[in-house]
């Protein structure tokens, strides 16, 4: 929640009402500090350590031989199965309760009196969001290509660059929907709570569901999207439809189908979301009443 104290200090010394730029600015800083000073930012920086230290070990130790095969396998099995799990964490951190704490603490009825622009509110909280979460995963990858480097010398695959460019834009449309549902729900537990289920169990459900039994590509799914994160290190990439035939014995087959986003496909995915989403949450936010 917003420091109001500290924040009015900044808004105070403007000699007349500051501009939307201005607001956003202000917003956004004293947002990113509530973040340090409540040690969310701490917590999942240790969470990112503790995969970083845990991988590490495992491999050093162990030397298994999916890793260590190549670059392009040892990035693959470091990343690919990493950044999504952050990139969700951090939003669940960062966006879960960044709006409904505004209502539930009742910190949003004192903004709203103040002459600040809720799509200021709205935007340089998000901001904020981003780059605290931003911040969390280059020093997850910064740790992950020194192992790299250790092992394979500067030989870094571009596939990295471009997991960093999807895990980016997956980022700003995973936080888009924890602030949609954030803006939502008055309560914050409400809102986390639902953004757990949905990113950690339903959507991989519901996907699991609709491609293997039903036989439906689940481009409606945002985790389907974010498939290519993980697929643009397989060389060549995967193809988009995988049908595999299982004999169960006594001349019975099971048909099961898989579908892979193309990178094109998961791009347009992962940009739908984060639009509809941040604007929808907004056009929430702007027409809710703080009492």
Do not use: C
């Amino acid at each position: 929640m917003i420091d109001m104290e500290t924040m009015n200090v900044d808004i105070n010394q403007e000699k007349k009402i500051p501009g939307s730029l201005d607001q956003l600015f202000i917003i956004t800083k004293y947002e990113l500090l509530n973040y340090f000073r409540s040690r969310r930012f701490l917590i999942l920086l240790i969470i990112g350590l503790i995969i970083d230290l845990l991988l590490t070990g495992i491999i050093g130790y162990y030397r298994p031989q999916s890793f260590l095969s190549s670059s392009l396998s040892f990035y693959s099995g470091w990343v690919g199965n990493s950044i999504t799990f952050i990139i969700i964490l951090s939003a669940i951190f960062f966006g879960g309760d960044s709006i409904s704490g505004e209502f539930q603490n009742k910190t949003g009825f004192f903004i709203a009196s103040r002459p600040i622009r809720r799509s200021s509110i709205y935007t340089g909280k998000w901001i904020a969001s981003f780059i605290a979460s931003f911040l969390i995963i280059i020093i997850f990858l910064a740790i992950t290509i020194a192992n790299g480097v250790y092992y394979f010398g500067a030989s870094v695959p571009y596939q990295l660059w471009d997991a960093l460019a999807f895990s980016i834009l997956y980022l700003a449309a995973v936080l888009g929907f924890a602030f949609f549902f954030s803006s939502l729900f008055k309560s914050s537990a409400y809102s986390i709570i639902v953004t757990v289920i949905l990113f950690l169990f339903a959507f991989t459900l519901i996907q699991f569901i609709v491609s293997s039994l039903v036989g439906i590509e689940p481009w409606f799914i945002i985790t389907y999207a974010s498939g290519i994160i993980s697929n643009i290190f397989t060389v060549p990439f995967p193809p988009h439809v995988v049908t595999t035939v299982t004999h169960l014995g006594h001349g019975r087959t099971l048909t099961t189908t898989t579908y892979n986003a193309t990178i094109s496909e998961g791009l347009i995915i992962m940009a739908g979301y984060f639009i509809i989403s941040t604007l929808l949450g907004l056009f929430v936010f702007e027409k809710r009443e703080f009492n």
